[in-house]
């Protein structure tokens, strides 16, 4: 199986930036998660659930390991890459612009 997960879809933020998913959503045993890796923080960053916020009172959980964050029953956890950068797309409120497929 390919480690390769590099999308065929352009990402932008609301500066129209490129976005890198591989920053925001990150594979961690079968699950995949939305958690934005901050090089200066060296740590990550995952934002909460709606139900998780109104229980902690707080927005995010921060790490150093996807380990911790993956134990959460309060962040975003899927089975698959497209819907964990299909979260992301809405929580951070990028845009797409769909790429040629090449030959």
Known sequence: ?????????????????????????????????????????????????????RGTGCHSIFSRTLGYIASSPNVYCYTSRGSAVSAALLIYGWEKERRCATP
């Open 1 to 53: 199986m390919s480690t390769d997960h590099k999308s065929r879809v352009a990402y932008f933020d609301e500066d129209g930036d490129p976005v890198d998913v591989d920053e925001y959503v990150h594979q961690y045993g079968e699950r995949w998660l939305v958690a934005r890796w901050d090089e200066r923080a060296n740590q990550y960053t995952a934002p909460l659930t709606k139900n998780g916020r």
